[in-house]
T-cell receptor, first 111, second 116 residues
Framework: QTVVTQEPSVSVSPGGTVTITCALN?????????PSWFQQTPGQTPRTLIH???TRSSGVPDRFSGSIVENKAALTITGAQADDECDYYC???????????FGGGTKLTVL | EVQLVESGGGLVHPGGSLRLSCAAS????????MNWVRQVPGRGLEWISF????????SYADSVQGRFTVSRDNTENKLYLQMNSLRVEDTAVYYC?????????GGQGTLVTVSS
C-alpha cells in the first residue's frame, strides 16, 4: 500500500529555518504528484499554503516555500514565528483512482 | 474565496446511515471536481471520495468503498455523501474540498460520531 511519510514532529527556534519533508514509500515524489502543503491550527480547517510543489497560495507569507528535494516534497519555513506552531500536512495526487494521499502530519514546535 | 458549508453530521449507531451535504458558494461549482476528506479528532487527514464536475467519474478510498456514495447537484451547488453501514472507525470530522490541481478546503466540517 502506498504510504506518504512526514516527520511526526519538528522544532525550530523563533527566527530560525525548518524544513518538513513528504516522501512516498513506493516512488519518488515529482511534480506529477502536485504536492500540496496545508497548515492546520487546533479546531480549524486546513489552509492551503503551497500547491503544485512550489506555488504559494494567495495571502501566504513568503517565509513559507515549497520545493522537491532528493525525491521528496519539502516545506521550508524561513524566519519562523510563534504563530507558525501548529500541524502541517502534505498531500500528493495519486491518479484517477485514489486521488489524493495525505501525509500523517507534522507537529511544529517553535521554542 | 471558496466557501463550503458542510452539514448533516451527528450521532449514529453502528450500522446506521447518514447523509452529509456541502453547500458551495463564491465559485463556479459546476466547473470543479469535488472531494470529501475526513479527520479523526486528534489525527491526520484522510481522502475518502472524489466526484468529477459532471458526475461522470467517482472514486473512493478502500476504507469506504461499497458503503459510501458521493453525488452532486450542480443546479443547487451542493455536494453529498451518503454513508451507509457506518462503523465506529468512521467517527471523524468530514470536510468537502474543491479540486483544481490542488485541494482547497473552505468549511469547518461536520462531525460524525458512530457509537452505540
Amino acid at each position: 500500500q502506498t504510504v506518504v511519510t512526514q516527520e511526526p514532529s519538528v522544532s525550530v527556534s523563533p527566527g530560525g529555518t525548518v524544513t518538513i519533508t513528504c516522501a512516498l514509500n513506493s516512488d519518488s515524489v515529482s511534480t506529477s504528484h502536485f504536492p500540496s502543503w496545508f497548515q492546520q491550527t487546533p479546531g480549524q480547517t486546513p489552509r492551503t499554503l503551497i500547491h503544485s510543489a512550489t506555488t504559494r497560495s494567495s495571502g501566504v507569507p513568503d517565509r513559507f516555500s515549497g520545493s522537491i528535494v532528493e525525491n521528496k516534497a519539502a516545506l521550508t519555513i524561513t524566519g519562523a514565528q510563534a504563530d507558525d506552531e501548529c500541524d502541517y500536512y502534505c498531500a500528493l495526487y495519486m491518479g484517477p483512482g485514489i486521488r489524493w494521499r495525505f501525509g500523517g502530519g507534522t507537529k511544529l514546535t517553535v521554542l | 474565496e471558496v466557501q463550503l458549508v458542510e452539514s448533516g453530521g451527528g450521532l449514529v449507531h453502528p450500522g446506521g446511515s447518514l447523509r452529509l451535504s456541502c453547500a458551495a458558494s463564491k465559485f463556479s461549482f459546476s466547473s470543479f471536481s469535488m472531494n470529501w476528506v475526513r479527520q479523526v479528532p486528534g489525527r491526520g487527514l484522510e481522502w475518502i471520495s472524489f466526484i468529477s464536475s459532471t458526475s461522470a467519474m467517482a472514486s473512493y478510498a478502500d476504507s469506504v468503498q461499497g458503503r459510501f456514495t458521493v453525488s452532486r447537484d450542480n443546479t443547487e451547488n451542493k455536494l453529498y455523501l451518503q454513508m451507509n453501514s457506518l462503523r465506529v472507525e468512521d467517527t471523524a470530522v468530514y470536510y468537502c474540498a474543491r479540486e483544481g490541481t490542488w485541494i482547497t478546503f473552505g468549511g469547518q466540517g461536520t462531525l460524525v460520531t458512530v457509537s452505540s
